[in-house]
């Protein structure tokens, strides 16, 4: 499966898995305010919980920690375009979240994702086709980023949505400029992956 359409250019920087936060309105995601998402900046976290339920969207699923290696992630909150970006990426330890925050670093953390006002990525299913006015179908995966206790504790949930009923634009792709991205639950969602981690200290 190939990623063929993305809402914002910078989600093909990051790779393993893309998070956003889709908010009911541009104030809002998830009944956290974009703000409370910037009190994790700067901040190490480690990961107390790591599940995932790959036949539905009904409960968190089974926990995977145990196959997790990397169990402490470091968000760093940027702006673009005018709104605050949190990259998050997974370490080792704390030391190794420094090490993988200095701008020298290439060493590829386990898992990484992205939390962004109003962004997502798609990825087309078959069967594929390029013929204008074609039916298709992608393969949508958002996300939400929540922070509690004032920064004490950070929940990462990833969403996978399959949406059918879309049409091959003039360019041979399958267009998705009429996804209401604040409203994904309204298609259905085969699968979830939920982060939670808890402060540690300072970065």
């Known amino acids: 499966m190939s990623i063929t359409q993305s809402r914002v250019a910078a989600l093909s920087l990051i ?3 893309s998070v956003v936060a889709c908010g009911d309105d541009g104030d809002t995601q998830s009944g956290s ?19 995932r339920n790959e036949t539905s969207c009904d409960d968190d699923g089974e926990s995977v920690i145990d196959m997790t290696e990397e169990r402490y992630f470091a968000p760093e909150v940027e702006s673009f375009f005018g709104f605050p970006v949190a990259t998050v990426a997974s370490c080792m330890s704390p030391d190794q979240c420094r090490e993988r925050r200095a701008e020298d670093n290439d060493d590829f953390p386990e898992w ?8 997502w990525i798609s990825s087309r299913i078959p069967p594929f086709s390029d013929t204008p006015g ?14 509690d206790d004032g920064g004490g504790m950070v929940r990462i949930e990833t969403r996978q949505y399959l949406i059918d009923g ?18 994904f ?13 808890t402060y540690v200290e300072d970065l």
């Open 33 to 51: 305010s974009i703000a409370n998402v910037e009190q994790a900046a700067d901040r190490i976290y480690e990961l107390t919980s790591h599940t």
């Open 15 to 17: 790779a393993a898995m």
């Open 134 to 147: 074609d039916a298709c179908s992608v393969l949508l995966q958002a996300s939400t980023m929540v922070v």
């Open 185 to 197: 639950d309204q298609y259905p969602c085969q699968s979830i992956e939920v982060y939670v981690g």
């Open 112 to 119: 990484s994702v992205l939390v962004e006002e109003d962004s």
């Open 166 to 183: 879309l049409f091959v634009d003039k360019e041979g792709f399958c267009n998705t400029d009429q996804l209401d991205s604040g409203n």
